[in-house]
């Protein structure tokens, strides 16, 4: 199948909608009978199970899907706006999965055999062939429904647990669709209004679609489909081969958005953030490419962490709200989520599934998307901790997976930010993961203290300013210069005493191993240096060669950047880029370097509190004791 776009048109879709009327209304479906009740056994949950065998019985069960929508509101002969636009997208899906099915047998000999068969039957390997690439075409089409049901039907209820997979059939499209209309008719039964219609549809698609995925394997022709790149603009439904892409949001954002004005300190913070939302919108949706991915520099997860107070939560509604704007200018859609600790859930394995959704949702290729995770340090746990519950460790395994597994696939559309008062209480393999560091400190200088009482006071009073530049200090370009020269030497005790003996010894660095020999310094200090964290230093590094500043007119109108292709859009950013210095390597090794010391620092300094803690109840025990024992009231 051609790996471009693929354009089916309405009239073969439209070829496809008498048979797709007639399954919504009425069909007949072979079921295995398999000696299961379907009255649940009171108080248990389960069903009576024959001990007779039937395994070999088959039979007939009549599905009226628009019967089953309509039941839900049995007083009202007349459809409901929920009812009619469920039956509409299961008739819509239908009649598109055909129609990609048949695109499919185009890119395959199934067209040709399909022809040859009906002038003569099929003789010898032709027989078995064919009967390989109908069941391939019937699965096509059974994955292509079930994804357009869940890319298209919106719903922001709870899915509901009850939900069964279908009982599939390969042997020809129509009985692949007649399997999963079947199955979509159980999971309506169960609805209680309209409102549970769309809930239980969405459920219902995510557990067809995972089961189709885990029989994948059954089926050695669905090579042609892979690579498909299938666009049904009517309907904004995209297929990328059997890439599963997360339904549209329904809920628009919601947010307090803060401008770059309102953040005082945090200046490479601040700094890197504006640069982070034009990033993400370099990003070509048809392309799905973006040119910092390629060109190197860009922020594909970051770590912010700080004390309490010192502005985690305004970055991110600065970093929010200025993606937001640019895409709203660019007319392009924008997802933000943000995964917390009201996620963590008591069954097992649902944490996971749930930090699952979170990621996909995110990695959406078709949005622009800022994802973050909140107190991170809550969320996700050390996979040593044994105190953590099995939800805290299941999301630290996703994460990993998904920031950098071997699955991954950074297109530039989104970004992960992690955010913490504790980071050292995040999992190291986590954190290391996090290709950028950012020091959320705060206001620092006297300045800064200045500015932020100002903007924080408003403007009800008469009081004068008095000697003092207003937001001078907050000046982005000045003061990340500040930051970024106050890194030439190390900020933290025990890298100083790397970096100290490493210039005693070798001095300057000018070349290549200088850097190398400084780097396996680190290393013997921190173990925890590993060859991720070179790699999250070059990255850094890559982005300081990238530390271009994209023009603000760039972004005030969608062609003068945003709306050009992708080539365009490269080149653009190509001609601002520049090469890298030394001055660079070296900040960049220490900032990063710096916060690994930082983290192991507090890690030691909060185990010694412990101790200590734990050693002055010991003494205020025996204390305490003795007292008793003296008083006679000791009896152990």
Known sequence: MD????????????????????FITRIVVLED???RSQTELAGTGRRFVSTVSTGSVRRTREVELAKTVQAVRPDDQLMSIPQHTLLYRARRGLAIAMAVADVFAKSTALEDLQAKNARSPLEGEDVSHYKRLLSAAAYVAAFTFASYLLQTVESDAEAPSDVAEPDYAFDTQQDAMKALIAGLDGA???????????????AYATVAIEGLLSRRSRFDALGAFDDAHIRIEKDDFTIDGFDVAPGRTAKALVMTFKKPDEVV??????YQSVKLAKMLMAYDLDRQLNPFVELGGFIFTFI?????????????????????????????PFHYENFGVDQISSYQGKSGQNCRQFVNNVL?????????????????????????????????????????????????????????????????????????????????????????FALLAGKNHKIPLGDHTLYAAQEIKRAVQTAYDAHSKPQEAGLQKVYDRFMDER?????????????????????????????????????RAMDIELPDEWF?????????????KKAMVEDLRRPFTMDMVMQEINRYADSEFRYADKSDDAAVETLLRDARLRERAAREMAELQKKGLWNA
Request: aromatic share 6%.
């Open 364 to 452: 959406n290729p078709r949005a622009i998307a800022f994802g973050t995770i909140d107190d991170i340090d809550q969320v996700a746990a050390k996979r040593s901790d044994d105190r953590a519950s099995a939800g805290q460790h299941e999301i630290t395994g996703v994460l990993m997976d998904a920031f950098a597994g071997a699955g991954t696939v950074v297109r530039g559309n989104c970004s992960f930010g992690m955010f913490s008062n504790y980071p050292e209480n995040v999992d190291d393999a986590l954190r290391q993961r996090a290709g950028a560091r950012w020091l959320v400190d705060g206001p620092q200088t006297r300045d800064d203290y200045i500015d932020i």
């Open 507 to 543: 001095g300057e660095p000018t070349t290549l191993a200088d850097v190398g020999d400084y780097l396996h310094r680190i290393k013997e200090a921190e173990p925890r240096f590993t060859g991720r964290a070179i790699k999250n230093v070059t990255d850094a590094i890559k982005m």
């Open 556 to 568: 005030e109108k969608p062609e003068t950047f945003m709306g050009k292709g992708y080539d365009e």
């Open 188 to 202: 309506l039964a169960g609805a209680k209004d309209d409102h549970d219609l769309p809930a239980r549809t969405r």
């Open 3 to 22: 790996t471009g776009l693929t354009a089916i048109s309405e009239a073969d879709i439209e070829n496809h909608r008498a048979l797709a009327q007639s």
């Open 33 to 35: 009978s398999s000696g």
């Open 304 to 332: 912010g962490d700080g004390a309490p107070g010192t502005g985690k939560t305004t970055l991110i509604q600065m970093i929010a709200g200025l993606v937001n704007d640019y895409a709203q200018v660019a007319g392009v």
């Open 265 to 270: 300190g945090n200046h490479v913070a601040k």
